[in-house]
């Protein structure tokens, strides 16, 4: 079972940046796609974006253009990189691998990510 960590959250003002990573225990290389999430209090955890074991990618509307996802299969590490935050990005943040489009792994702790207006 592959664990995940997330790591890279903090708090940023809006308007900031900041580079999540999210370490798995072992190869994900070019086997699996990974997403992140994000959860906000009282919310369902929703998909952001996701990168495919090909590098092909997908982003919510609600981010596409502010955040990019990237992999670095030599480390087993998924970034997302997060430029424009909006207090609105505000939620603790997640990653899982994919299998057949759904998260497979445990999921982790999180990174709390906290936007102050």
């Known amino acids: 079972q592959v664990q995940l960590v997330e790591s890279g959250g903090g708090l940023v003002q809006a308007g900031g940046s900041l580079r999540l990573s999210c370490a798995a225990s072992?190869?994900?290389?070019?086997?699996?796609?990974v997403a992140w999430y994000r959860q906000a209090p009282g919310k369902p955890r929703e998909s952001i974006a996701i990168?495919?074991?090909?590098?092909?990618?997908w982003y919510q509307d609600s981010v596409k253009g502010r955040f990019t996802i990237s992999r670095d299969n030599a480390n087993n590490i998924v970034y997302l990189q997060m430029n424009g935050l909006k207090s609105e990005d505000t939620a603790k943040y997640y990653c899982?691998?994919?299998?057949?489009?759904?998260?497979?792994?445990?999921w982790g702790q999180g990174t709390q990510v906290t936007v102050s207006s």
């Open positions: 899982n691998i994919l299998r057949n489009g759904t998260p497979y792994a445990s």
């Open positions: 072992r190869r994900i290389a070019d086997i699996y796609g």
């Open positions: 990168i495919s074991s090909e590098r092909i990618t």
